[in-house]
């Protein structure tokens, strides 16, 4: 299993941007697909976006799709979510995760063995 760590969010204006970071550790980062969900207080866990292992297949979730960008840098063992147009409907807590079978269409959150701590977004209007 990887270890993940997210980092970038914090507080940011309606319509505004963020990029987040998820540093992974081990040398089976480029085997893995990765995917990024959210959270928001008093809701379950949902699937935001996901990335194969090679990075050349992108999925979203309808209620991101043409505002965020997932993408990763196996070089550097790390995975990118890159927010465009935020809405207050986006504040969360935003966990990456690591999906073992490489293909990035896992949806279901206990397909996923490694998850990082996350990370708090907030969009105010």
């Known amino acids: 299993q990887v270890q993940l760590v997210e980092s970038g969010g914090g507080l940011v204006q309606a319509g505004g941007s963020l990029r987040l970071s998820c540093a992974a550790s081990g040398r089976t980062f480029s085997s893995y697909a990765m995917s990024w969900f959210r959270q928001a207080p008093g809701k379950e866990r949902e699937f935001v976006a996901a990335?194969?292992?090679?990075?050349?297949?992108?999925y979203y979730a309808d209620s991101v799709k043409g505002r965020f960008t997932i993408s990763r840098d196996n070089a550097k063992n790390t995975v990118y979510l890159r927010m465009n147009s935020l809405k207050p409907e986006d504040t969360a807590v935003y966990y990456c995760a690591a999906d073992s079978t490489g293909w990035g269409t896992s949806r279901l959150p206990s397909n996923f063995g490694s998850w990082g701590q996350g990370t708090q977004v907030t969009v105010s209007s």
């Open positions: 990335i194969n292992w090679s990075g050349g297949n992108t």
